[in-house]
């Protein structure tokens, strides 16, 4: 024989599978009741009286639901987090700063481009409201000396016709170039006054966008103020004219690091602009940033205070200003990550001419949990937006790329102020004349969580932020302000040709304010071991039960109980069978009985003395003629013959 | 004697325990233990008992395993943070304004006079290429300008930067190279030339140059680390007197409807911005001298701070603008540690190894003030006298330029090394409990140009007592500091994990996977002392033995299987075979061969399981 048979032969012999030792279901509840470790059981068993029985029935029952029912609460509540704040004193890492000009060119290098578009918005300023710029700075003054037509069609006016609405007269508007009345379609939509109620004038301006060769279905803009409406309509015109204009020239066009930022410190050493990494934004012009990682390395705080932060003189120029574009004058501060896209234009801290602007600033870090905790992304890799930015995912990020993605989709063109996503332009005239119809369509779908787009993109699961605490004061002061923009003059050299003025200059200081690093952080409010001790705690203070009490339960309820149903049917059909043949051997019965009995198969496992008790005589046995009275049950349980083989065994000495 | 019987009489008791060896000892623990385990073990069948016993030791190791992850869980420390937010009466904090400027020009000037002078002509030499050389110098003092002059390094040639000291065509050549070259800084601009301050040790062997990109930087730095210099040796109570006075500085004051004067604010000399005055600090006067003079900004600085402890103005101050009224909604933001061995913090800086100097000005730990300390402690060890920013240590004296020349080139040595940073900051800890001010700054412009003239001439006449208008819009402020609707926000560390939650978190386990309780673990110590008993018995047996040489076994017949010895621990009047016991003279009648079929009656046996012979007689009738 093989080995791994012998062996198998062997475990055979040793560990005999054989059913349950119960003959009937009831025993084996007895049994089970008798014998299991959970409190409760026993007792429906020994006690007497039928109430009594039925009581502790009800309670083993409700305290059966009740281990259900907590347990479920318990895995229910598993996916919960615990938040945590932590506050540390540590080196910290330094921001990146981006810093802005809020005039994105030099006006003096986009003039030319803008020269019709700047004169179309005189003449319609003096048309509408009786503006000329007699008075105004000698630099425009060549331009403006003539506002009148000339003669010549306009042609920005033509485009998007600026519109006079009168209050009296619904539903129709005046071309105010042309002169003419239009009839202007129900859908118009007042910016801003869907939210409150302003005050209507008498007169209000607006233009209206339609579709390329439908004119019916014309959207229409009005605002409850000129300035605004002027503002916009020069902002729709001003973003076409840019979108044809090639990144290298623009970035000419716009401020040099070393004319922006005339001097610069950084925790108690001198840097210079080469510190700075361009960042161009298309509606801010050349940006820069601080710190980014260019060469690898973060530059860090080991101290609080403005003494070790970074310290910076701007030069605003105030004079190269667009007078359209931009009405306020300064510069634009955004404090954000290193590896994140600065959106300037939505959360930028804007900063004063002629002050000195203290920033302080306190770290908070957060950090969330993600699936299945919660809905938030790691690296927006699962998120089925792709990332046009080349900055590492962020919700805004999603949202401008989402929209951006659409507006290729719908509109076919890029919206100037976002990144190109691949194979696309941006909008001009020239190619979609009605991109801008498009867009503030699109825009308002948008807005109004129309795009999906709020529902697919998701939050980032770590992200840092900075309390800002701001403060200003004058500067330089009065006493000062003489030697200090001669020297600063100096310090600008040959950039510029002129004697700075005040109001040219803005100081920055951004520090920390303390090293103190707040973190929120969620952690995992229960963990497997805790989920296990309560489920212990649980089956432990209803029932005094335990994982082998189930398994006990498995065992009895699943195994034996079925094992014993079917031996049942099996013998019944035995029997019935037997019954059908005849009666060949009318000894088979009950014999089947024996041999199916648990503690006939002695020869190697003992009967327990319980199981022992239960067993009915043994066929073969012969039952002394003077049974001796109840103690002879023992014997009884010796009846077997190999048993009493051992016992004489023992016995003989 | 005595105690040899009761040893004895104890031993014989610990004897009755339950078996005598350990197969009957593991047998009786087994069947009596509450573990859910081990009882299943032996009551079943050998397939069933393997798998039992696998079971039950998977489950013990189990159990043993998570155990160790809880309490590992425990040993560690964790806090978890509760944070409360709402409305409460509060302690007002302390304020400390200052003005920006720290003294007073005109009682300054004769201090500054050689240094204004040295100033007017240093600036004159960068903007102006060419000035009239003879007026101009005539009357400069030089030994300030030689401890750290500036130089202009003319870097238009990259490969050899040419280093002049702006002054060097008054004799004092300290260079040179730049001593020969025949003055190219004179038409050199900002792209081209770097202003630097040269830096030497006391015999000029080693010199640095702090460069600077922008002179305007350059100047300022040169001009405070002169102006220091010269304030370092003037005594604290001149410098006092040549700061604001508080009924100059505070012109009127209101705390809620109480009227309040520049009386109920505490004067304190801060280095940097002169005399400050705190409101509501409840401590008496004390001051620190030295000064570093910036006087760029106009305005005031302000500070809110606990009470007790010290205003680092520089660090945690906002400005105020002048001519405006500033508005301050403050948030109070509490932080309660828990300490060691939570989180490593301390409560009153005992534990740190750095002397806190700002402890002679009555105030509290905090990490600013042992961050000054440990840079303080630093400087005078490695330049043998005190920064005047900060507080000295007693028998220590300030830095100036006549008693230690070279302290310039030490300072600013120590203040770029990384190393010193680094080790302070690993030797302070944060302190326990932490008070922090949020502040929502907002600001108008005031006095309004309608109500500007009676405002002057009212605060004129108070201040000075005339009737002309002393005051101007560039020259005062308006400070309102109020509590904002939700004025406190109270973070507050607590145990997360303390010795109830681990206790129960054992027990649940332990329930959970065996059933056991504290009192099973009793139990199976108790077994292991019998354990012990046993092995000494049968120790002292075999040596018994073996000194009377009587080898022979107790007794000769297989070993009781489990089942006898099952029953021999059910059945408590059950004896399979006396011979078992050693002591078998305690059972005479054994001796005797028993009669079969006739065993003596047992009535412990029927008095023990009426319920089970009752039936096993009914089931043995019906068959």
Redesign the interface.
Known sequence: MAPGEKIKAKIKK?????GP?APTIKDLMHWYCM?T?THGCRRIVVSRGRLRRLLWILCTLTAVALIIWQCALLVFSFYTV??????????LDFPAVTICNINPYKYSAVRDLLADLDQETRGALKTLYGFSEVKSRKRRGAESENPAWGGIRPKFLNVIPLLVFNEKEKGKARDFFTGRKRKVSGNIIHKASNVMHIHESKKTVGFQLCPSNDTTNCATYTFSSGVNAIQEWYKLHYMNIMAQVPLEKKINMSYSA?ELL????FD?????PRNFTLFHHPMYGNCYTFNNRENETTLST??????YGLQV?LYIDEEEYNPFLVSSTGAKVLIHQQNEYPFIEDVGTEIETA??T?I?MHLTESFKLSEPYSQCTEDGHDVPVENIYNAAYSLQICLYSCFQTKMVEKCGCAQYSQPLPPNANYCNYQQNPNWMYCYYKLYQAFVQEELDCQSVCRETCRFKEW?L????????????EK??L???T??????INKKLNKTDLAKLLIFY????QRSIMESPANSI??L??????Q??LWM??????V??IIEVFFIDFFSIIARRQWQKAKEWWARNQGPPCPEAPPGQLGQDH?ALHVD???????SA?????APGVQV?GTP????N????ARAFSSQLA??Q????? | MQVRKYLLKGLHRLQKGPGYTYKELLVWYCNNT?T??P??II?????KK?MWFL??LL?ASLVCW?WG??IK?YLSWD???S?SLGFKTMDFPAVTVCN??PFQ?SKAKPLLKDLDALMKAV?ER??APEPSRANATGALNFTIWNQAPLVLINEQDPRHPVVQDLFDLFGSNHNGSAGGSPVPGRTC????CKLAMRLCTLNGTVCTFR???????A?TEWYGLQATNIFAQVPRQELVQMGYPGEHMILACMFGTEPCSYRNFTRIFYPDYGNCYVFNWGMTEKALPSANPG?????A?LVLHEQRTYP?I???G??????TETSIGVLVDK?Q?MGEPY?PCTMNGSDVAIRNLYRDYNTTYS??AC?HSCFQDHMIRSCSCGHYTYPLPPGERYCNNQDFPDWAYCYFDL??S?VQ??TC?NM???SCN?T?Y??T?S?ADWPSEASEDWIFHVLSQERDQSTNITLSR?GIVKLNIYFQEFNYRT?EESAANNIVWLL?????????????SVLCLIEFGEIIIDFVWITIIKLVAFSKGLRQKRAQAP????P????EL??AH??FG?Q??A?LSPHAEAHPEEQT??IP???P??YD??RL?PL??V???S??D??
């Open positions: 040793n560990l005999p599978v054989r030792q014998n470790n615990s938040v945590s704040i932590k506050v540390h004193f540590q080196k070393e005339v001097t610069c410190f108690g050493m001198s840097c210079n080991s101290m609080g205070g403005s003494e003189i002050m000195s203290s302080g309390t605490t701001t403060s200003l004061a004058q500067w330089p002061s009065e006493v000062s030697w200090l001669r020297v600063l100096w310090d600008q050299g040959q950039q304010k303390d090293l103190n071991e805790v296990l001790s309560n489920f212990g705690g089956l432990g005094s039960c335990s994982v082998v009490c398994i006990e648990p190697e496992d003992l009967p327990t003395f319980t008790l239960q067993l009915p005589p002394p001796p009275p109840r103690y049950t023992l014997h009884l051992d016992t065994v023992l016995d003989e000495p | 509450n859910h385990g009882k299943r009551c079943e069948g050998p397939k393997t079971i039950t489950f998570q992850v809880f869980t806090v978890s943070v944070l920006a400027s020009y600036l960068i903007l601009t900002a792209p081209g460069n600077f990109t922008s002179a305007t930087r100047v006087a760029e900004f106009a305005g600085r680092f520089k660090e945690e906002i400005y105020a603008m002048a001519g932080l540690r989180s990490i600013q961050l203040r770029m990384v940073r680094e900051i302070c800890k944060e932490d922090q949020k502040m700054i600001m560039t973070i129960s978190n054992l027990g649940g386990q332990f329930g959970f996977w065996m059933g056991g007794y000769t017949g297989p009781p299987t489990v089942a099952v029953e059910t059945n059950f399979p075979d011979n061969p028993p079929g006739t065993p009656p047992n046996s029927l399981q089970d012979t039936q096993s007689d089931e043995g019906a068959a």
